[in-house]
């Protein structure tokens, strides 16, 4: 047996793997393939996006400058991760984040609940809750700085006031669409209205629920660097700050790219969190 | 007419001469179609500069030092400076005719972000009068530069470094009074200058001629005409101001003498500047004034005129 | 003696743009252990009549009674099965069960015990700790049946219980739970749009009118049935097609 | 009949209007007094919103230099509104947002369409539409200001950019979630690719459509606002910094204001457009 | 003559996780102007066997042939009817009967006219504006079979196309639809649970094996029907119940 088809033979035999039935095995190669072949110019996109970038710069086809380059970044990254500032930016960034979040999670989630217990409630504050919705709040940053402070608390309160309203829409919309059969059937059974709430509207809910806080998330994040914009002695978004003031424009590319990843991470966490929670969906 | 992309760091009463230019028909007289916008930040002004958004910027010369000293090589060429003077005012609590530096000694002051121009001079200005930043005096520079008045009007800090129209309108209330002019601490520097790429100047000689004539006819202009005159003037680029705070404000400025009588930007106001941002630990090597500074059309312009 | 009465039962639902009666002068009684069905038109009111009967809704006239006494709010004598399992994904069928009992604080490992026979009994041995998803249509509704029969209900109400399954396991679903229920001795009243199911699992069958709902006309179901009872020698047995054809041509009703 | 009595009487009358029995006016009553008593009490929050505003500025329990107040916000609109100030300020955000959100929704809805027509496609560049929509695009603005300037063009780019990700993925799941079986009908009757799209797709996935473009519209506008506060020289963004620049708070807030207005009134314009297309659903 | 003949057909649907054999050598052939049906355990193959008929999908080995010529591609011969109506609810009830000639590109004044004829034969006349939500579901079934029929299909295939309806309605449409085939003389492949169902409608009922699908047992339904034929008739027919009962016994599903 030549080396080619020996070759052939053990990538075959990795391709078919698992395979029930030769048809099968036919089925699985091709869908492999057309996996192996997805994922390579996933890879081949990604290369030729950082290696054009690098080159574009290196050639002055873009200014360097301007946009740095992904060596430049890297090397950005390693220096800073050196002497601790690195981190210390993220975890800033990552802490704000999170406590908005928190927050805006558990307010959402109560004052949904309070505008499901009472229809007279719900409907009173239904227009109010519309304009908060539509407002664009970053527009009210400088205010927010005055009334909350110079401060973390003052960013927090960014990430919590762009969190929290959607959060509020998104559960007590879930909330009052529940199957009144379902709650029909716990009426029948003698629940009161808190066990309603408790035993089916809830979790009934749970995947709502986690449809809004993966938007949550981001949107902490977004008020988070909003915020932080505004007021900050460190996290990503002074660092952007401080590198567009100081033309060290490494510096802010190297923070909007910790900034997209640190976004997915986020948003994996909740993810996650779902599939842990919600673990009686096929 | 020749179109000129002109992008200024922020709309201020501080640039005087350049409305003047505008509203006087300075710049039309010489043939330009001047595009005004503000970029909000002497980062992104510069940065419109690089990315051939804008065709001359007004800025502080410290970006064109940044960005040349980063290895940029079309980079910014300062050929007209504007200010003399830094724009900056610090404000107590209290009205203090007796006011020194050493009575900062303990106390907090509300500065700007760390890197701008503003937070620098006054950290030299403390610094050379024997106050140590950030040992001798809390200095917070966190706030972004819209927040830094509410913040301290809100109660926050002893002190506060802000520009005009601020400064006027915090004394107008009675809630905080000018004890200092950094414009007069920090001495002469080119606080603010105009500036192009260097491609730009290359190519377009004429217009930047041009431009630095009208420019410096406003200079002229607003030395031989009254704060009430200037006011009258400029006006419609102030048009939400209220008359007496503008007039105010004009009057302040002139009086310390914060624009520039022409648009030579000297090479020792350069060396001085560059001194205030390697103390701030932003610049390692002072720049070569004839790198990033070209007075020939200035001279021009002056010789010109004459 | 009468279990269920309806005493001129009228009942009117509004809404801002309308009034609509669903029932009026309704008067008809179960008695004690007797298994009644109630066909009629869509929307003619029969839902409404079962709510009136577990306290889910009062009557805007007349009265409703049980064992004499008038319905004031969810009864405890009283088990409703809905058309729809409602099983809660969330739950294990075990749980499922309990949850009735857990509303009512009653969960001791004696009604756990009970529970776990149930589900014996309905052939679901070995799938309490099971969730929903894993199991068939028919074994779902089955496992609401238990949830409804755990408190031993004296009555109970079935609203469609089958008709959102398959036709096979309808037609043995419903064999087993006649079984069941007869054995078990309790008052029922179905709801069905499925006459042949009406006459194969009633003692009575009661037509109701268009709405606003009232009895059209009321059939004794007599089924010559050698052996012991199911609903497929029900459907065999000759008198069957008589009462299948007689409501069928009573309800009349053009598609 | 006494006064009292025909007051009653009158107020009974407009209360049972348009009922069809005796129990039915009860009803209409009850539900009428409700109803009222809900726009009662907004309308009062509201007023003690305004009115407590205007007291707490004047009694200076809140700083009136800081937070404004009513009356001087009116004012504000008013002088603006005599000048034609306010109307141009206005006008260019609408524009500006108007012009992002036409290019997000076209943009949103032809990259989804093609991500449907080709599987293949839409797995290839599956993560890289997650990262992007996990990004924080305000985080981008001063990258986006490098590329595209400092002019309308990057406003609209930033609008483009906050609000195309959003429309793509929900409109692109929704494509991708169209019943099997309607497609299948199609198919039976012989259709090809682009007919089932034009006929069976797009139509089934208009109330999805419209659900992408009403978040289209409020991403659109933040956009604006975000990118007017980076560049601009008109726009209510660039009054809010304005403002802020010369300590002019009043200005500040009335724009707020102005802007909370003109969020709710874009939402109701695509409410309305959709209540137009979407005739077909009871 | 054979109108759809299958020859020895074996279906496998492969994902990554398995492969599903859906069925195997499944022979049988359908004669031109019968009416057949499909019964079988849930998941064995059925709607498989209507697809590999309608061109939707190629079997993996053997053949399907329609007059003999093996299926390629959707066949113009061929209707296919599904479970639920899905008319589209952004098209009038005319639109949507006409949208397959839209695909095809033969909307004519005639076709439109013919369009109005069907609804009008179908009881629907004056619906032709309506849009569908304003239709009762036994409404929008016969829609359903209009837009089916407009082509004159030689061949119908039929899955499960009463079973989302509500017992009246499904018992109704069952009898038009039998008599609408019957008159036009069409080639029928009906898939039903309803054993009831396929005896009363059908010619010869095919029992399916459990997955992977072939024929289990085929019975010739033959009942003694005075006068006109009518699936009512059809079901009180002597020998109803015994193809019935040995369809159920062949079947004999646990739920
Ligand atoms: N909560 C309600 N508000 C207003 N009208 C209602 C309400 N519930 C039921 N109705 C109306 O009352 C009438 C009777 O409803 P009900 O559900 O009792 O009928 P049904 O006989 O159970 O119908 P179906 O056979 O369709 O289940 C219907 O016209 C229905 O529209
Ligand atoms: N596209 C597909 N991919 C994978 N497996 C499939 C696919 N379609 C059907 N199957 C499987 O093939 C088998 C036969 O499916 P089919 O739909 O033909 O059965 P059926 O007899 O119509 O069932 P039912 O009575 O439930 O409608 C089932 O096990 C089903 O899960
Ligand atoms: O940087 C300046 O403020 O000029
Ligand atoms: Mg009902
Ligand atoms: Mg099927």
């Not at chain 1, 927050?103 to 908060?132: N, R």
């Not at chain 2, 064109?64 to 290895?71: D, E, F, K, M, T």
């Not at chain 2, 041009?210 to 410096?216: E, G, L, M, R, S």
């Not at chain 2, 031989?224 to 007039?247: G, N, Q, T, Y």
């Amino acid at each position: 047996m030549s080396m080619f088809e020996r070759i052939k033979a053990v990538l075959n035999k990795y391709l078919t793997k698992d395979s029930v039935t030769d048809e099968h095995g036919k089925y699985l190669k091709k869908m492999r393939l057309r996996k192996i072949s997805i994922n390579t110019l996933q890879i081949l996109i990604l290369a030729a996006l950082i290696i054009g970038w690098q080159l574009a710069a290196k050639y002055k086809i873009v200014d360097p400058f301007i946009t740095s380059y992904p060596s430049q970044i890297i090397k950005t990254i390693y220096e800073m991760s050196l002497n601790g500032e690195l981190f210390k930016h993220i975890w800033v960034t990552v802490y704000e984040t999170l406590i908005g979040f928190l927050l805006g999670a558990t307010g959402g989630l109560v004052i949904a609940s309070i505008l499901w217990w009472s229809d007279y409630l719900s409907q009173i504050f239904e227009p109010f809750i519309i304009v908060l919705n539509a407002l664009p709040k970053m527009a009210l940053g400088p205010v927010l700085i005055i009334w909350l402070g110079n401060g973390t608390i003052a960013i927090i309160g960014m990430a919590l006031l762009i969190s929290i309203i959607v959060t509020i829409v998104m559960v007590y919309n879930g909330f009052k669409e529940t199957d009144q059969n379902k709650i029909k059937l716990l009426r029948t059974l003698g629940a009161d209205k808190f066990q309603i709430f408790k035993k089916v509207v809830l979790p009934d809910n749970l995947p709502t629920i986690f449809g809004a806080l993966k938007v949550n998330i981001g949107l902490s994040l977004v008020g988070t660097i909003v915020g932080e914009f505004l007021v900050s002695e460190a996290g990503l978004g002074y660092l952007i700050v401080y590198g567009g003031q100081v033309f060290k424009l490494d510096l802010v590319m190297t923070s909007v790219i910790i900034l997209s990843v640190l976004a997915g991470l986020l948003y994996y966490l909740v993810a996650w969190l779902e599939k842990k929670i919600i673990n009686w969906e096929e | 007419a020749t179109e000129v992309r002109l992008n200024e760091v922020v709309h201020s009463i501080f640039y005087t001469p350049q409305y003047v230019a505008l509203h006087k028909g300075f710049f039309k007289q010489e043939g330009l179609k001047v595009e005004l916008s503000t970029a909000w930040g002497g980062d992104k002004a510069a940065t419109a500069l690089m990315s051939d958004h804008a065709d001359i910027a007004l800025i502080g010369p410290e970006p064109s030092i940044y960005i040349y000293q980063r290895g940029a090589d079309n980079h910014p060429i300062n050929f007209a400076q504007l200010t003399q003077k830094a724009g900056s005012f610090l404000l107590a609590r209290e009205p203090m005719p007796d006011f020194m530096l050493e009575d900062l000694r303990g106390k907090k002051v509300i500065g700007n972000r760390p890197g701008g121009a503003p937070e620098m001079v006054m950290e030299y200005v403390l610094r050379h009068n024997g106050i140590e930043p950030f040992e001798d005096v809390q200095i917070n520079t966190s706030l972004d530069f819209s927040a830094n008045a509410p913040a301290f009007k809100n109660g926050l800090g002893d002190f506060v470094q802000l520009f005009e129209p601020k400064a006027s309108k915090l004394e107008k209330m009675g809630a905080g009074y000018v004890v200092a002019s950094f414009g007069e601490l920090g001495g002469k520097v080119p606080y603010t200058a105009y500036m192009a790429c260097k491609d730009y100047i290359a190519d377009n000689p004429e217009v930047i001629q041009k431009f630095t004539n009208a420019v410096y006819r406003a200079q002229k202009w607003t030395y031989d005409h009254s704060a009430k005159e200037i006011a009258e003037v400029i006006k419609p680029s102030f048009s939400e101001l209220e008359d007496d705070i503008l007039v105010k404000v004009v009057k302040r400025y002139k009086g310390q003498n914060t624009w520039a009588h022409n648009p030579i930007l000297s090479k020792s106001e350069l060396d001085y500047w560059q001194d205030i941002i390697m103390e701030a630990d932003e610049l390692d090597k002072k720049v070569d004034y004839e790198v990033i500074v070209d007075t020939k059309f200035a001279e021009e312009a002056v010789k010109n005129t004459e | 003696m009468n279990k269920i009465q309806f005493k001129e039962v009228g009942m009117k639902y509004h809404t801002v743009a309308e009034e609509t009666e669903a029932l009026k002068d309704l008067s008809f009684s179960v008695e004690e252990n007797e298994f009644v069905s109630l066909v009629g038109p869509s929307g003619c009111g029969k839902t409404t009549a079962l709510s009136l009967v577990s306290g889910l809704l009062s009557p805007t006239s007349g009265q409703v009674t049980i064992d004499g006494k008038r319905v004031k709010g969810i009864d405890e004598k009283v088990g409703y099965m809905l058309q729809e399992d409602y099983l809660f994904p969330w739950r294990t069928i075990l749980d499922n069960i309990l949850i009735g009992l857990e509303v009512k604080d009653e969960l001791t490992a004696k009604s756990r015990q009970k529970a776990r026979q149930l589900l014996a009994d309905y052939g679901l041995e070995g799938f309490a700790d099971y969730y929903p998803t894993q199991l068939s249509g028919g074994m779902r509704q089955r496992v609401a049946l238990a949830r409804t029969l755990i408190f031993e209900p004296e009555i109970l109400l079935l609203d469609e219980p089958f008709s959102a399954l398959d036709y096979h396991t309808k037609l043995t679903l419903e064999d087993e739970v006649a079984q069941i229920l007869r054995n078990k001795e309790k008052t029922v009243v179905l709801v069905t749009h499925d006459i042949a199911e009406a006459v194969a699992m009633s003692d009575r069958v009661l037509v109701f009118t268009e709405r606003p709902g009232s009895i059209k006309e009321e059939y004794k179901i007599d089924l010559a049935i050698s052996g012991d009872f199911s609903t497929f020698k029900a459907r065999e047995a000759e008198e069957f097609r008589y009462y299948f054809n007689s409501i069928w041509e009573e309800l009349d009703v053009y598609v």
